[in-house]
């Protein structure tokens, strides 16, 4: 995916989760910030980030805030990206495709992806990964019960035959492993132990990241 008319600045504060002053070109910005979660490890004054300008002139907010550096990383941090490109990554490299629909509603669960081969449907759940620290990345950064649900809803798939997963797309190059945050949301660390065990496939792939795209690359080995 690629992003259009991308400029750099520098972070000042987020007063709240929905927006962020940044300084462009000795001007300060109030920018959407398109990720909810906390983000404080990323999110710190001076840090250099970069704006995607909208194309829609009667928004409040001009710019998206949507990568930011991170010492030598760059981390894209578009909560919408890890769909898109999950998207287009699976229409290339899932095995046998037939055919692949998003927001797939499914007893009471809505699953983010619907894949078809000939052999099985598949339910795929996409997360967005943001925090590292020393290499290692880890899902949630904040507690999540919406995604504890997705994984019992994976579960109850397995067990009534259909094929399920959930992709942990980390939105960084540079990455040695993924882990759950059992820290931060120890019952998300246990229900995708479970998922796991039950037979839900667990996949992590780290992505070549500029300011002005975001590709799934490379698989990550998965630590649980």
């Not at 008319?5 to 520098?10: E, M, P, S, T």
């Not at 929905?18 to 070109?25: G, M, P, S, T, Y």
């Not at 020393?134 to 579960?155: C, I, S």
């Amino acid at each position: 995916m690629r992003y259009q008319q991308v400029r750099r600045g520098l972070f000042l504060e987020r007063p709240n989760r929905f927006i962020a002053h940044v300084e462009l070109e000795g001007r300060t910005e109030v920018c959407h910030v398109k990720n909810t979660g906390r983000c404080r490890e990323l999110l710190v004054p001076g840090a250099a980030v970069y704006l995607e300008a909208s194309a829609n002139p009667a928004r409040k907010t001009r710019y998206d805030l949507i990568a930011v550096e991170k010492g030598d990383l760059l981390i894209n941090m578009d909560a919408q990206a890890p769909n898109r490109v999950f998207g287009e990554w699976a229409a290339e490299h899932w095995p046998g495709l037939l055919s692949l629909r998003p927001e797939f509603t499914w007893e009471d669960s809505r699953f983010d992806f619907r894949l078809e081969t000939e052999e099985r449907v598949t339910f795929v759940e996409v997360k967005g990964v943001t925090l590292e620290e020393n290499g290692e990345v880890r899902f949630p950064d904040a507690p999540t019960e919406r995604g504890v649900k997705h994984l019992h809803g994976l579960r109850r798939a397995i067990e009534q035959g259909y094929g399920a997963a959930v992709c942990f797309v980390i939105q960084m190059k540079g990455v040695t492993h993924f882990r759950p945050n059992d820290a931060t949301h120890p019952a998300f660390g246990q229900a995708l132990r479970e998922a796991a065990a039950a037979g839900v496939r667990v996949l992590a792939y780290d992505c070549l990241v500029t300011p002005e795209s975001l590709v799934m690359d490379a698989p990550v080995p998965v630590l649980l």
